[in-house]
C-alpha cells in the first residue's frame, strides 16, 4: 500500500513540475498564461539566419525586416500571412530564399485570405490589404513556386526587387493593388519567367535594362491595366523587347534614348509599344540602334485596336493624334514618320522624316 501511495504523489508531483493543465485542452488557456497559438506569430525583425519550416503558417502582424546579412529560407508549403498594411523588407546584404514546389507552393498573401493555412481572421481577403514584399541590395534572393496576393496597400507595390538581380520564377501574382511586380530597377541578368499576373491593377514594371520576350513565358491574365510598364532610363546595353500578348507602356512624361556606344533595342516582330502624354524614345539612325521587326506599333495608349484595353478603361477613351511626342532620330535631330507603324504621335509638322528601321 506505501509503494502506491508514493507511486501516486510521485505521478502529480511530475504533473506539477512539468506544467500540464488537464483541465484545458492544446490552444486554450485557464486565464494564467498566453494561449499556445496554431501558428507562428512573427512579431520582432529577423537578424539570423532564420527558416520557416514547411506547411506552417506564419502571421506577420505589423512588419518585419530581414536584416544583419542573415537569410530567410522559405520551405515549400510555408504560409505567411499579413495583417493591414502588413510588410517583410530586407536589408543590404540579407536574403530571401523562398523555393517552393509545383505541388507545394509558399504562398504570401493577406490575414484574411483562408483558403490557405491556418485562420488567423475572419474578414474577407481584398485588393490592397497588406503593404509589400522589399527588396533593397539583396543579391542571392530568389521566389520560386510562389503566389503573392492581396497586397499593394497605399502606395506600395506588391514585390519590389530593388537593383541587384533577383530571380523571380513560376509565380503567381493576383488580387494585387499598384503594380505586382515592381522590376523598375532591375539590372541586366534578373530572371522573370514563368509567371502568371493576374486580376492585379498593373502587372508588372520593368527597367530598360532588361529583356523579357514570349519565351518567357509570362502569362497576363484580366488585370485592369494590362501592360508591361516601362521606366523612362536610358538603354546602355542590349535590350530585346518581345511580348506579343500585351503591349510595352511608357508613362506621361517619360522617354529615353538608345545611346551610344553600346546601346541596341531590339522590338520583335508583332511587338505593340504604346506612349502617354509628352513621352518619347530617341535613338541614333546613323548606328540603327534601334531595330525594328514586322508588325510592330507604337502607338497612344488609349489605343486598344493594337495591345489591347492597356489603361484600363474599356472603351470610354479613344486615342487621338497628338497623344505622345514621337520617335526621335537624335543622329539628324528630327523626329521620324512612318505611317504604316508610328500612329497617334505629335504633328511635328517640318520636323519629320520617313524612316525605315532595320530588323531586329
Not at 504570401?108 to 514584399?133: C, H, K, L, Q, R
Request: proline share 2%.
Amino acid at each position: 500500500m506505501k509503494n502506491k501511495f508514493f507511486l501516486f504523489l510521485l505521478f502529480w508531483g511530475m504533473l506539477a513540475l512539468s506544467g500540464c493543465d488537464l483541465l484545458n485542452p492544446a490552444g486554450t488557456n485557464d486565464g494564467d498564461e498566453e494561449a499556445v497559438l496554431p501558428y507562428v506569430k512573427i512579431t520582432q525583425n529577423i537578424t539570423a539566419n532564420t527558416v520557416f519550416l514547411s506547411n506552417k503558417t506564419y502571421y506577420i502582424e505589423s512588419g518585419v525586416y530581414v536584416d544583419n546579412n542573415s537569410v530567410l529560407t522559405i520551405q515549400a508549403g510555408a504560409v505567411i500571412k499579413f495583417n493591414a498594411g502588413g510588410w517583410m523588407e530586407t536589408t543590404a546584404g540579407s536574403e530571401i530564399h523562398a523555393d517552393g514546389t509545383v505541388s507545394n507552393r509558399i504562398v504570401f498573401t493577406s490575414a484574411n485570405d483562408n483558403s490557405v493555412g491556418i485562420a488567423v481572421a475572419t474578414g474577407t481577403p481584398t485588393p490592397g490589404y497588406w503593404a509589400e514584399i522589399r527588396m533593397n541590395n539583396s543579391t542571392g534572393t530568389r521566389f520560386k513556386f510562389c503566389d503573392f496576393k492581396y497586397g499593394g496597400n497605399g502606395s506600395y507595390n506588391m514585390l519590389y526587387l530593388g537593383n541587384q538581380i533577383v530571380s523571380v520564377d513560376s509565380c503567381r501574382f493576383m488580387y494585387n493593388n499598384n503594380y505586382a511586380l515592381d522590376a523598375s530597377e532591375q539590372p541586366a541578368g534578373a530572371v522573370i519567367k514563368n509567371n502568371l499576373f493576374a486580376w492585379n491593377q498593373k502587372p508588372i514594371h520593368i527597367s530598360t535594362k532588361l529583356s523579357i520576350h514570349d519565351t518567357n513565358l509570362n502569362v497576363f491574365v484580366s488585370n485592369s491595366m494590362n501592360a508591361i510598364f516601362v521606366n523612362g532610363e536610358h538603354i546602355n546595353g542590349s535590350v530585346t523587347w518581345g511580348v506579343t500578348s500585351v503591349s510595352f507602356l511608357i508613362g506621361s512624361g517619360q522617354g529615353f534614348y538608345v545611346q551610344q556606344p553600346s546601346g541596341l533595342l531590339r522590338i520583335l516582330n508583332g511587338v505593340v509599344v504604346k506612349l502617354t502624354g509628352g513621352s518619347w524614345i530617341g535613338f541614333e539612325g546613323g548606328v540603327n540602334n534601334l531595330r525594328v521587326g514586322s508588325n510592330v506599333y507604337f502607338t497612344d495608349w488609349r489605343d486598344d485596336e493594337h495591345g489591347g484595353d492597356s489603361n484600363g478603361d474599356g472603351s470610354l477613351t479613344s486615342p487621338a493624334a497628338g497623344a505622345w511626342d514621337g520617335l526621335y532620330n537624335n543622329t539628324t535631330g528630327i523626329y521620324v514618320m512612318n505611317t504604316n507603324q508610328i500612329l497617334f504621335d505629335s504633328d511635328q509638322s517640318g520636323n519629320e522624316t520617313n524612316f525605315t528601321f532595320l530588323a531586329p
